[in-house]
């Protein structure tokens, strides 16, 4: 899952940093500037993978947490 969302991650980045300049957006959206609005898109995209793997470590932390035995995530069928 994080692969798929690294390579879109990258791309953003990478053209962000190419292509877009002070003068590559003009005007104004709800009062604030159209360039403030993209980049914001474009960190939010940009750390999409890192958060979902924070979300992984939390998970498996949790479990960690409250289990003493590591084992995988997945329910039996007495569980489901």
């Known amino acids: 899952m994080i692969i798929y969302l690294s390579v879109p991650s990258l791309l953003v980045a990478i053209s962000m940093l190419a292509f877009v300049g002070a003068d590559t957006f003009t005007g104004t959206t709800l009062a604030l500037p159209t360039l403030l609005w993209v980049l914001v898109g474009a960190i939010t995209v940009t750390l999409l993978p890192f958060l979902l793997l924070l979300s992984y ?15 995988p995530l997945i329910l039996r069928d007495s569980q489901r």
């Open 57 to 71: 470590i939390a998970r498996v932390a949790t479990i960690a947490k409250r289990t003493l035995a590591m084992e």
